[in-house]
């Protein structure tokens, strides 16, 4: 497949990364030589200095035979621009764009990106995916990572395992047989930084990070086997009232079991604007890393703290402080994954790395075959890949035992008629079901060809 990706940042680079790792044919185009020289320095990519906008740099990057366009330049307006010039111009076959402001993501607004209008097939958005992420985290404060697969009827859970840990040094075959009808896989473990699909005779130690993919009516009983109690969230406290806190607090107003929210932001019009949008969230003005300020949030009572500013730095230390003064939750939005190893030794609780959620919607929407969800694990460690199996799939008609994946790849659930089973060896894969697949990297196209389509499909 031959991509082109308009913007060489963070997010950009990492989708190429992914991408070229798996023998695509990808271009690389920035208006910053230094970035379009870092990814082509890095990554098996070609790259192109100038304005993703413009119909001779895009000509030079090679659309007229291109299969797809990612434009995720910093600048709304140039994604927008760069998709119709690739669609108007050279008939790029799918266009994918990053869009953060939300004038752009209005529903009554849905029209403008009609093929005749902006013919723009995929928005991403990255704030809504992250407010998103955040919600799931405080839906489950017990696990530090959370995604929804299936419909919201399977979650996978990253779960650290504490020393009291009542399965500790248990294989993961006893595991099935002591909690038969549990409906829980453990599909991925991260042990001293290296990440792997775990065997059924591997245990589990303390100081494990694992990933479970569960049925969603078992989440509770799932925690609870690893030690942990996920407590029901009815304070809150949100730093950072930008577009991810507005969103996050607004959801948390809609909700039928009414969260008690508030809102600190240091800048005073976003304040404002915020108090504006809601009704029933109280709003205060001011820096979330004044003590002060957070007593009278009520940080103290609070079950939970969500640190979603624009700086790393002030969500981890904001994060800290409000652990100090006794709330028993801290979640940070963490940009750079450096600062990721950071985060237990502080005592913060989860992180949301706005990066990662980014990557993981684009990619949905790359992967080939009737995929549905896509989830990038770590930095571009592994992929929990949703899909739906095809009569010309590999899989089709297989027990479970005999398909042939390679050692990183587990099944996580399978949905079969709309219902969520726990898979087993013996269990036959059928064409129409919707499988949840756990792949490390370096195993993600041997699953994209397992899950192979017929021509018609693309």
Not at 139 to 158: H, M, R, S
Not at 201 to 212: E, H, K, L, N, S
Request: net charge negative; hydrophobic share 45%; charged share 25%.
């Amino acid at each position: 497949m031959k991509v082109i990706i308009c913007g060489a940042g963070q997010v950009g680079w990492q989708i190429a990364r992914h991408l070229s790792g798996e023998k695509n044919d990808v271009t690389v185009v920035d208006n910053n030589p230094d970035l379009v020289r870092r990814a082509t320095d890095t990554l098996d990519v070609q790259g192109i200095a100038g304005f993703a906008s413009y119909p001779d740099i895009l000509d030079r990057a090679g659309a007229r035979d291109a299969d797809m366009i990612i434009a995720a330049t910093f600048s709304d307006e140039v994604n927008m621009v760069t998709c119709q010039v690739a669609h108007s111009v050279f008939s790029v076959p799918r266009k994918i764009a990053r869009l953060r402001a939300r004038s752009y993501l209005e529903a009554i607004y849905s029209d403008l990106y009609r093929r005749d209008h902006m013919p723009i097939d995929v928005v991403i958005s990255p704030e809504l995916e992250v407010a998103e992420a955040a919600l799931r985290r405080l839906a489950a404060p017990a696990a530090f990572d959370v995604e929804q697969f299936l419909g919201g009827q399977a979650q996978l859970l990253g779960i650290q395992i504490d020393d009291d840990c009542p399965v500790v040094n248990t294989p993961l075959r006893q595991l099935t047989d002591l909690f038969s009808t549990l409906r829980a896989i453990v599909v991925g473990v991260r042990r001293d930084g290296r990440l792997f699909a775990p065997e059924p005779g591997d245990q589990i130690f303390a100081g494990d990070d694992c990933y479970v993919c569960v049925h969603t009516e078992d989440v509770s009983r799932t925690l609870e086997v690893f030690g942990k109690t996920n407590r029901m969230q009815e304070r809150v406290v949100v730093v950072g009232g930008g577009n991810v806190g507005l969103t996050v607090a607004k959801t948390l107003e809609e909700k039928a079991r009414r969260v008690r929210t508030k809102v600190i932001e240091k800048n005073r019009k976003v304040a404002e604007r915020a108090a504006d949008a809601l009704e029933r969230t109280i709003v205060l003005n001011g820096d979330g890393l004044d003590s002060a300020l957070l007593a009278e949030a009520g940080i103290g009572r609070a079950d939970a703290i969500l640190c979603v500013t624009d700086d790393d730095k002030t969500n981890m230390l904001t994060a800290v402080r409000a652990k100090s003064l006794g709330c028993p939750m801290a979640i940070a939005l963490i940009n750079d994954p450096t600062l990721i190893p950071l985060l237990g030794p502080l005592g913060i609780d989860a992180y949301i790395n706005p990066r990662a959620t980014t990557v993981s919607s684009i990619l949905r929407h790359v992967r080939h075959g009737r995929v549905r969800g896509v989830y990038s694990i770590g930095d571009a460690e592994a992929e929990v890949i949703e899909a739906e199996v095809l009569s010309t799939s590999p899989m089709a008609g297989k027990p479970i035992r005999d398909i042939d994946f390679p050692e990183g790849v587990l099944v996580g659930a399978v949905m079969r008629e709309g219902e969520v089973k726990r898979p087993s060896g013996n269990m036959v894969i059928e064409q129409g079901d919707t499988v949840v697949l756990f792949a490390l990297s370096d195993d993600v196209p041997e699953v994209e060809r397992l899950l192979q389509v017929s021509i018609d499909y693309f």
